[in-house]
């Protein structure tokens, strides 16, 4: 066992791992990736750039990797699944490429996209190979007296059986 003073050298070492010359990347502290676009709460003054953004980088990965018109159509914008999908990958590849990736983000990206392509396909479903067809979207009844009425309630007690505790037990 070191003394005192070998630990006390061996702390400042360790600390100046962090704080020394190595430790500086010579980046922003700005979140990587840094723009990630809700598509849901998008303000009509920013979205033509957002759209460009997104259409210039999903040009150039269909081409890059031959992702075929019956996965991501001509009319990908008007699939809203497709966009989210589209999006998220998108941010995830910007976040992973950015220059202060330590290089597993390149790979890394390259295994969502793998398990993204299924997903897309999904998305889209297909149809739209002799011009836009407008997919039907799901509705809403508004809600009335049955969604009042169960929402008064919290509704956790319910899946616990007759005779079980409702509180967990705690064991030493």
Known sequence: MGSDEDVSRAEQAFAAG????????NVSSEAIGAHIVDWYTLPDATAADEWDRLRRWVEWVTVRYNIPQTVIPVCWYQHSALVEELSAIHTAH??????????LGPIGWHER???ALPRLAKAYGGGCNNGHQASKPRTWPTPGAEWDAWTSQAHAHRDTHPGDSQRKETHP
Request: aromatic share 14%; charged share 30%; no cysteine.
């Open 18 to 25: 962090f704080t020394g010359p190595r430790a500086s990347r």
């Open 94 to 103: 910007r976040a992973m490429f950015d220059r202060s990736d330590a290089g």
């Open 113 to 115: 996209f793998a398990i």
